[in-house]
């Protein structure tokens, strides 16, 4: 995978961001689609709130529905590009606060400040020692009763596929992936990272890792992705860790923007 460095020149200079990163979204039926149909009923226990942290906020993909569910939003992300665009997206939202870190670090959030900590489609492409890093300021930074929810890499899981995707000839890398027949290694999801992992790094950071949902991701159905959610150990919402496989995340998102997008959503 990239380094931060890498990543940062990769977002800064060596992608198209006309369309606000909605193109990411185009499997659901939509940005609005995908919000509605795979995030909001994921989360809706812990929103609306009073300060919601987005980790990696892009070019405010996800930022444009938590500003509504929260008093304050506090956004964070590695390139001084996306900071601004949000800044001149949301000049309007009063409660909007926006940071640019390193890649890694969250000084510049206070401690025991956060009710709900929030990353999708972004941290998948970090690897164990990034995650570890936001976990270990997580268990300061999130209230005592706060929560997280994070998408991350799974694709850890499959240590021996990826190696024989990777040693597939190019030319038919792409169309096996795409068929489903090869572990995804075109997605760039961070290779150190299982959900397991990520649940013993939470451990160590002090909080308790509760559900998480392993997904699949648009082509095929390896559970590449996951879905975790935590909160610090002893919160009203600390208990034993439920994980659950949904290799039908991809139907989902089929059923999505084939039966209700093109009528319910604006395109």
């Known amino acids: 995978m990239p380094s931060i460095e890498e990543n940062r020149a990769l977002w800064t200079t060596g992608w198209d961001w006309s369309q606000e990163g909605d193109e990411w979204s185009s499997w659901w039926g939509g940005t609005q689609?995908?919000?509605?149909?795979?995030?909001?009923?994921?989360?809706?226990s812990f929103v609306p709130t009073g300060t919601i942290l987005e980790v990696g906020a892009g070019y405010g993909?996800?930022?444009?529905?938590?500003?509504?569910?929260?008093?304050?939003?506090?956004?964070?992300?590695?390139?001084?590009?996306?900071?601004?665009?949000?800044?001149?997206?949301?000049?309007?939202?009063?409660?909007?606060?926006?940071?640019?870190?390193?890649?890694?670090?969250?000084?510049?959030?206070a401690?025991?400040?956060?009710?709900?900590?929030?990353?999708?489609?972004?941290?998948?492409?970090?690897?164990?020692?990034?995650?570890?890093?936001?976990l270990d300021q997580l268990g300061r930074k999130l209230k005592p009763d706060g929560v997280g929810f994070f998408?991350?890499?799974?694709?850890?899981?499959?240590?021996?596929?990826?190696?024989?995707?990777?040693?597939?000839p190019a030319p038919l890398r792409r169309p096996l992936a795409w068929r489903g027949v090869l572990v995804n290694v075109l997605a760039s999801r961070a290779e150190s990272v299982t959900a397991e992992l990520f649940a013993t790094q939470c451990e160590a950071a002090g909080l308790a890792c509760i559900g998480q949902e392993k997904i699949s991701w648009q082509r095929g159905n390896y559970l590449i992705d996951a879905l975790s959610m935590f909160t610090p150990k002893g919160s009203r919402w600390d208990r034993p860790r439920v994980v659950m496989s949904n290799p039908r995340f991809r139907?989902?998102?089929t059923r999505m923007a084939t039966l209700y997008a093109r009528t319910s959503f604006p395109t």
């Open 61 to 109: 993909r996800w930022s444009q529905y938590l500003k509504d569910l929260c008093e304050r939003l506090v956004l964070v992300d590695l390139l001084e590009s996306c900071v601004e665009h949000c800044r001149q997206r949301f000049s309007a939202a009063s409660n909007v606060e926006y940071h640019v870190n390193d890649g890694r670090s969250l000084d510049a959030v």
């Open 151 to 168: 998408h991350h890499s799974n694709i850890g899981s499959y240590r021996t596929l990826t190696a024989l995707a990777r040693l597939t």
């Open 111 to 134: 401690d025991r400040s956060v009710d709900f900590a929030f990353s999708f489609d972004s941290l998948v492409h970090a690897e164990a020692e990034v995650l570890g890093a936001y």
């Open 33 to 44: 689609a995908m919000w509605l149909g795979a995030l909001l009923p994921r989360i809706h």
């Open 251 to 253: 139907s989902e998102a």
